[in-house]
């Protein structure tokens, strides 16, 4: 009899776990159609910088190192940027549930505006203080050659690759508003565009190919120029040339006009958003700065190491965004019940796909770093730290759904302490306590620093229980 009992107890709560968190076929169906353009785009991205890490990589420690350290100041640009239309995203996603493209085209303006002055600031700090920023990433105790030829490089690169940020800012604000529409195959098409001539020029200018010029990592940041161009033209052109689809981008530029209330709420609710992203963003390049006072051999083996994760969390990062829009436009229509469910579904989807996938990434850990030209010590360190990263792979997709989750109810200032309050008062002040006060081996201080995201995970859970994201913003 008691037998009985535990075996209905069981099942009972087997049909409950699947019927909160695990959808049907029609479910998955959706959610792929739009999240499988997305990934593979960011897939095809990553694959494409992965292949320009691996060839400069074959010119030597020093090239690679510049270019990794630039790159780290590239993704705080990034980052700042997504920041930047996170805000207008959330108005825009609920504008388009509730079939207002007027709303829209205003969310579109602002976009517009501010990826604009955001890069005009940014590259002129880039230009003007790029030797400084750059000697914050290089160990000055290290060989004084390598120090020497690492700034050379990183400034010639940086010198460069400040002008993909125009075509990459830009692209976002479209790109943004085309998701929105659900229609993420544009945006994939753009990078399918650009990969192709990405990976030939690279080929060609770095290594001095195909009749090209030999230009080293100036070739690479030339290549990566031209592409950013034709990935931001693809979209863009689109966007204009179907009208019919984006209904916003109608009489879009005849003026930038942005109804008061709605530039006060966008403000209101953005600026959280974007002072995180930035926030957050400038917190691990710190972190990565602690790890740098440990030599440039730790800077080249978290390049390497960096390379192959990004591949993979690809997933989880794009799931998330997904979250943002179809949870967004659940909210935007006052379904609330139905967003509770789908974050459900979409949250263990996340975390689910996101531990298969790190078990994956395991075996890399063994092979990836045999294909660069560096030393050996350099390889079994960015062997340890792939594999630590892999194992935290899902730790971070409960942490990244989490995000988006309360982003999706305009619960901007919520995502800005969940974000910054732990980069800021945990995990900075730990790496920098062990990377500084501490004479433990790096290889420690990277686990411990990385698994502190645990404790994220349990305010994200509690935050998100707690439903205080369910809400409409747009009336």
Not at 245 to 269: F, G, Q, T, V, W
Request: glycine share 8%; with cysteine; hydrophobic share 50%.
């Amino acid at each position: 009899m008691e037998h009985a009992l535990w075996y209905n107890d069981s099942m009972s709560a087997m049909r409950k776990f699947r019927d909160k968190f695990i959808g049907d076929r029609q479910f998955y169906a959706g959610v792929l159609a739009l999240a499988v353009p997305m990934i593979l785009q960011n897939l095809i991205t990553s694959f494409v910088s992965m292949l320009d890490n691996i060839m400069v990589g074959q010119i030597g420690t020093a090239q690679m190192s510049g270019v990794s350290i630039v790159n780290q100041f590239v993704f705080i640009y990034n980052i700042t940027i997504f920041g930047a239309i996170s805000g207008p995203s959330i108005f825009g996603a609920q504008f388009f549930g509730k079939g207002d493209y007027e709303g829209q085209r205003s969310t579109f303006r602002f976009r517009v505006l501010l990826s604009v002055i955001i890069t005009a600031i940014f590259m002129v700090v880039y230009k003007v203080f790029d030797a400084p920023l750059i000697s914050l990433y290089i160990a000055q105790n290290d060989n004084p050659e390598l120090v020497t030829q690492t700034l050379a490089y990183g400034r010639e690169y940086m010198g460069i690759i400040i002008f993909s940020l125009l075509p990459f800012g830009l692209g976002q604000a479209y790109s943004s508003l085309v998701r929105e529409c659900e229609e993420t195959r544009i945006p994939m098409y753009g990078s399918l565009a650009a990969i192709g001539v990405n990976l030939v020029l690279d080929y060609g200018l770095i290594f001095g190919k195909l009749g090209m010029p030999k230009m080293g990592v100036a070739g690479a940041a030339i290549a990566t120029v031209i592409a950013k161009f034709i990935e931001a033209g693809v979209v863009i052109i689109w966007a204009h040339a179907h009208p019919e689809k984006n209904r916003y981008i109608i009489e879009a530029y005849r003026s930038l006009h942005i109804p008061a209330d709605l530039l006060k709420d966008m403000i209101k609710k953005g600026y959280p958003l974007l002072f995180n992203e930035f926030l957050w963003v400038v917190g691990m390049s710190a972190i990565a700065q602690c790890y740098s006072i440990r030599g440039l051999d730790v800077v080249a083996a978290r390049n390497i190491s960096s390379t192959v994760v990004n591949l993979f969390n690809v997933f989880f990062v794009q799931v998330g965004g997904c979250t943002a829009i179809l949870v967004g436009a659940k909210l935007g229509a006052g379904r609330h019940e139905e967003a509770i469910d789908l974050d459900n579904k979409l949250i263990f989807m996340s975390v689910f796909g996101s531990a298969i996938l790190g078990l994956l990434m395991l075996p890399t850990a063994v092979v990836f770093p045999m294909i660069y030209n560096t030393e050996q010590e350099i390889k079994e360190l960015s062997a340890y730290m792939i594999a630590v990263q892999a194992l935290a792979a899902p730790i971070w997709a409960y942490t990244n759904s989490a995000y988006f989750t309360l982003r999706s109810g305009g619960r901007t200032g919520i995502t800005f302490l969940f974000d910054f309050v732990f980069s800021w008062v945990i995990m900075i002040p730990l790496a920098f306590i062990l990377a500084y006060l501490t004479d433990w081996d790096i290889h420690i201080v990277f686990a411990v620093v990385t698994y502190s995201e645990l404790i994220k995970v349990g305010v994200g859970y509690k935050m998100v229980k707690s439903q205080m994201w369910v809400r409409t913003i747009v009336g």
